[in-house]
């Protein structure tokens, strides 16, 4: 489903909510597809999580912080994930880190001001055979040097 904006309306997030019985036991499925369409958790659409599963926003807040694919904050179009992993940071990922960092001006956990992306460090994806490995959305790359960082960044620069 693709990202929507919450300047769409709040209709999308009703209707997400509205599949799920008012059973506290379907929060977190709700709060992951709410997540999925928003690219973040908007606080209008916690209102109405809220309001569906009879839950205090302190809950849903902690929620939000403790489960790493939840966020409160909107993230960039492309999100790059690099793995930090063992097999990953013995092949250098932290010199990924540092060429991300240097050319987005941002540090894992931020997002580029125009929004367009992310950077996240993150636990073994389960691809060590092919690291170093970062994946931006659905797409993995494998072998990564940190000259290849800046071209795939032009190539998604040139895609827009
Ligand atoms: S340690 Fe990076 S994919 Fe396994």
Redesign the pocket.
């Known amino acids: 489903m693709p990202a929507g904006s919450i300047e769409e309306g709040l209709s999308q997030a009703k209707e997400i909510i509205g599949k799920y019985p008012r059973e506290q036991r379907f929060l977190l499925a709700a709060l992951q597809d709410i997540q999925k369409h928003y690219n973040y958790l908007p606080r209008e659409a916690l209102a109405l999580v809220q309001e569906h599963f009879s839950v205090p926003m302190s809950r849903l807040y902690s929620m939000a912080t403790f489960y790493k694919a939840l966020t409160l904050k909107p993230k960039g179009k492309y999100v790059i994930k690099v793995?930090d992993?063992?097999?990953?940071h013995i092949r250098g990922s932290s010199l990924l880190v540092e060429e991300l960092q240097r050319l987005l001006r941002i540090a894992p956990g931020e997002t580029t001001t125009d929004g367009k992306f992310s950077l996240e460090t993150v636990n073994?994806?389960?691809?060590?055979a092919i690291?170093p490995?970062m994946v931006i959305n659905d797409q993995y790359y494998g072998r990564v040097t940190t000259a290849a960082v800046g071209k795939i960044l032009e190539d998604l620069e040139a895609k827009e």
């Not at 992993?85 to 990953?88: D, E, K, N």
């Not at 073994?124 to 060590?128: E, K, N």
Request: hydrophobic residues 35%; glycine residues 16%.
């Open positions: 793995c992993g063992t097999a990953c073994c994806l389960g691809s060590c690291a490995v």
